[in-house]
């Protein structure tokens, strides 16, 4: 079993919609997650991050947490071609100092 | 303030030959994190560092490895190289003690011949 899983996709959205992204992870006590966005040929760039369980809003992004359920997600709300990119989910390891990261889901927003 | 800097950015290099690669953190991040990414593997955690120490390492040989300067400048080294060691290496740099937030330099892309 990955550490950290992501349904590799491509996800198509027509522009407006709301794209949805998942994750699930197999530590348990992991405390901090991530997303993170990658557009092609550039490096990963921080997005969001969510320590507690519930939602956590930032402008267009919505990042949610289910400790229990050991699954993260987010929600893109009005999605817009520019949001097209690889979306990486990461985990900050039980004990700290790693960082781990699916394998990402490739969202294209259709114009 | 200026962001994570890696150089070099391109380099190509023959199999059994090593490389050392060099990470400027963003200034007053302590902890340095090092990534090998490829199409198939995707992002693979190499090592982090804090305060010169290495404090998590990933499943890679022995061939890979790296330190931290007092600067927290970082370095890290790949020696006998391999084909399979042809990858974009990720640096990235934490404000955070836990190494969670992570902010990358452009990267360093590595082919062997």
């Known amino acids: 079993q990955k550490e950290v899983e992501q349904n590799s996709g491509p996800l198509s959205v027509p522009e407006g919609a709301i794209a949805s992204l998942n994750c699930t992870y197999s530590?348990?006590?992991?405390?901090?997650f991530f997303w993170y966005r990658q557009y092609s040929g550039k490096s990963p760039e921080l997005i969001m991050f969510?320590?507690?369980?519930g939602d956590k809003e930032d402008g267009r992004f919505t990042a949610q947490l289910n400790k229990a359920s050991q699954y993260v997600s987010l929600l893109i709300r009005d999605s817009q071609p520019s949001d097209s990119a690889t979306y990486l989910c990461?985990?900050?390891?039980?004990?700290?100092?790693?960082?781990?990261f699916g394998a990402g889901t490739r969202l294209f927003v259709k114009a | 303030k200026a962001g994570v800097t890696q150089t070099p950015r391109y380099l190509i290099k023959t199999r059994g030959q090593q490389v050392t690669l060099s990470c400027s953190p963003i200034?007053?991040?302590?902890?340095v994190s090092w990534y090998q990414q490829t199409p198939g593997q995707g992002l693979q955690f190499l090592f982090e560092y804090f305060s010169e120490t290495q404090r998590n390492k990933g499943n890679f040989p022995g061939r890979f490895s790296g330190r931290q300067f007092s600067n927290s400048r970082s370095e890290m080294n790949v020696s006998t190289l391999e084909l399979g060691d042809s990858a974009l290496y990720l640096c990235a740099s934490s404000p955070s003690g836990d190494a969670g937030e992570l902010f990358f330099g452009e990267g360093s892309r590595l082919t062997v011949l």
């Open positions: 530590d348990r006590g992991s405390q901090s």
């Open positions: 969510i320590y507690s369980n």
């Open positions: 990461a985990v900050n390891a039980a004990g700290g100092f790693k960082t781990i």
């Open positions: 200034s007053g991040h302590r902890s």
